[in-house]
């Protein structure tokens, strides 16, 4: 059996046969990739729950999901860009 190298011709050797060592990645920057993949899924997930927001909104619905959409409703009306864009998103869902 032969002894794994080590020093820099180990490196050598990784890098050869394709295998990388992945660097962990700092707290802080996990955590903001983690909002912003959570973000994401909120701001889409408003298309399947259209019907149930307007439910929520107009009608007589779960109140937690009128509340929960809100931050949404307002921002897309501050933001036309974003806006447009939920509108264009909300339509690919309910027809």
Not at 25 to 38: D, F, G, N, R
Not at 78 to 94: F, H, K, M, S, T
Request: hydrophobic content about 45%; proline content about 8%; charged content about 15%.
């Amino acid at each position: 059996m032969e002894p794994s190298p080590s020093g820099p011709d180990s490196q050598k050797n990784n890098h050869q046969t394709g295998s990388k060592t992945k660097t962990p990645t700092h707290p802080i920057v996990a955590s903001i990739e983690q909002m912003i993949i959570l973000i994401g899924f909120y701001i889409l997930s408003i298309g399947p729950m259209y019907w149930q927001w307007i439910a929520a909104k107009d009608v007589d619905g779960f109140h937690f999901i009128e509340v929960l959409y809100r931050p949404l409703w307002v921002l897309a009306g501050e933001i036309p860009a974003l806006g447009d864009w939920l509108n264009w998103y909300v339509r690919l869902w309910i027809f």
